[in-house]
């Protein structure tokens, strides 16, 4: 299977990490801090 490079771009709070979940199925936000607060912080 070949790779598939896809970029995203966005302002806060527009579902990027979501959008990467949804096709990757891996969560991105790996963070303690980042579970606790609902948001990313670092990727």
């Keep these: 299977m070949k790779h598939i490079i896809i970029g995203?771009?966005?302002?806060?709070?527009?579902?990027?990490t979501t959008?990467?979940?949804a096709l990757?199925?891996?969560?991105?936000?790996?963070?303690k801090e980042?579970?606790?607060r609902g948001i990313s912080i670092n990727l």
């Excluded at 995203?8 to 990027?16: L, P, R």
């Excluded at 990757?24 to 963070?31: S, V, Y």
């Design 8 to 16: 995203t771009a966005g302002h806060i709070d527009h579902g990027k």
């Design 19 to 21: 959008l990467i979940k």
């Design 24 to 31: 990757t199925g891996r969560e991105t936000d790996t963070l």
């Design 34 to 36: 980042e579970k606790d």
